[in-house]
């Protein structure tokens, strides 16, 4: 068994790392969360600004067309003013020329307010574009070198497992899948010592059956509180500590003759309480 139980520690170091390169590579995604979310915020903004980009450029050419009206019509009325016959009609152009000076005053304001604005769109497109590329290449890069080490450690994955092939021969193969869920399930710890009586995966006081089994070495013991498997370990400077069961006994290896002297003595004891009872009555 001495030789199973080496099997069963190289085992866990090679399990142990085993399912840490299986967790790293089943992490490895996620590890470009971040840079995917940042890439598909600036593609978002991107959208939205190039939204308002081609509603702030329609409305600029809507302003235009009506500037060029006012402008037209202003200059028609002031060419319409050389034939004017009477004074109503004279009115009539000039309110016609005012409104139209007005009209394109105002269209003139809003549309140099909006053509600004219209820039300033195009600038942060520009910029969101360049961000975008820019984050799509490190991206890119990421997923590359995300690629290669899990590359490695795949080859790796293979060598050790591998090795769990090798060091699971000869043992039953029951054993072998409940301590792979025990290694798994259990910190990395699937086999583990046992310290006197004391199991040195739970520090649980084990049954004294227990503690003699595991100390034979004759079998596979697994713990009753947390299922690991256990192998004897001597305490350096201190005397075994497990119990042998013909010194632990039971309530049946007790004598009738103890029990017997022990109630004689409770019965002299009671003789003597009513002896003192009946003194102090006198």
Known sequence: MVEVFDKLRNLQEVLSEKYELQAQIDEAPKLLTSQDELLARLKKEFIE???EYDDSKAKVSDLKVKLAQAEAQREKAEKDMDNVATHREYETLEKEINDSKELGHTVRKELEKEEKRLAELNDTLNKCQEMIQSQESELEQ???????EVTQYQAKLTSLEKQEAELSEGIDS???FKFKRIVKS?????IV????????????????QFANDVHSGEKIVFCPYCSRILYYQEVEGDEEQYYQMDDTGSLADLDDDEFADEEDFDEDEDSEEKRSDENLDF
């Open 49 to 51: 600004k190039n939204g």
């Open 142 to 148: 990421s997923k590359a070198s995300l690629d290669n």
């Open 174 to 176: 029951e054993i072998i």
């Open 186 to 190: 259990k910190h990395n710890k699937g």
């Open 193 to 208: 010592a046992v310290k006197g009586n004391v199991c040195d995966g739970c520090h649980m006081i084990l049954p004294a």
